[in-house]
């Protein structure tokens, strides 16, 4: 079974600032998702990626299967993002419909 | 747009009651979940149902059961509420996207049993 961490558990930062989470885990996957959950609860799908990088807008989320690692970076940060964002990784292997969830980064972004 | 509903966004209820949670999606999806979110465990599988009767019991199930009599509803049921079991329930169903399964989120329920 997958097992995934994330880090920083917390982060606070100021407007404008370059923003990076990571996220590891144990078992070889065909995809990892990235979601964003904002205050009130509704979680959202980011990205999911299997290979290299992908960007929408000031979002980047990039993968390293070979180190089980992935990370998601935030440009030009803005308190909008202020979010709790959650790393996913299928349970077992490849192509499972049951994820595993990271416990989430909490960002802060300060005016 | 896919959308995921459920029944209530704030729930109160007391030590004893049955509860009912319901979850509606539109997409046609086979898979829906039911998880419970807690600080600092994040997201943790209650059931999960990849038909209509089908369910399969996932981390904690203890306490808790589910209904899926319609594909596009996925009923999870507090036999008897407790305090523990006070948390943010968050119902999902899952399509296959270019080889993956992509969950959708409902809004969640905040519930508190005191």
């Known amino acids: 079974k997958n097992e995934v961490e994330q880090s920083p558990q917390n982060l606070t930062a100021q407007e404008g600032e370059f923003i990076t989470i990571n996220c590891s885990y144990s078992?070889?996957?065909?995809?990892l998702h990235w979601l964003q959950q904002h205050p009130g609860g509704g979680i959202v799908s980011l990205f999911m990626l299997s290979s290299g990088k992908k960007k929408h807008g000031r979002l980047i989320a990039t993968i390293n299967i070979q180190e089980k690692h992935s990370s998601l970076h935030i440009t030009a940060s803005h308190p909008r993002d202020s979010a709790v964002y959650i790393c996913?990784?299928?349970?077992?292997?490849?192509?499972?419909?049951?994820?595993?969830f990271g416990t989430g980064t909490r960002l802060t972004i300060i005016p | 747009d896919v959308k995921v509903t459920q029944s209530s966004r704030y729930l109160v209820k007391r030590t004893g009651e049955k509860v009912f949670l319901e979850c509606v999606q539109d997409m046609d999806h086979e898979n829906m979940f039911w998880y419970r979110q807690d600080p600092g465990l994040g997201l943790r599988l209650i059931y999960f149902?990849?038909?209509?009767?089908?369910?399969e019991k996932g981390d904690i199930p203890e306490g808790y059961s589910v209904s899926r009599e319609k594909k596009e509803r996925f009923s999870l049921i507090l036999e008897s509420a407790s305090t523990n079991q006070t948390s943010m329930y968050l119902c999902?169903?899952?399509?296959?996207?270019?080889?993956?399964?992509?969950?959708?989120f409902g809004p969640g329920t905040r519930l508190t049993v005191t």
């Open positions: 078992v070889g996957i065909s995809a």
């Open positions: 999902a169903s899952s399509s296959l996207r270019r080889g993956e399964y992509e969950q959708y």
């Open positions: 996913a990784v299928p349970r077992f292997n490849f192509g499972n419909e049951k994820l595993t």
């Open positions: 149902s990849y038909d209509v009767k089908m369910k």
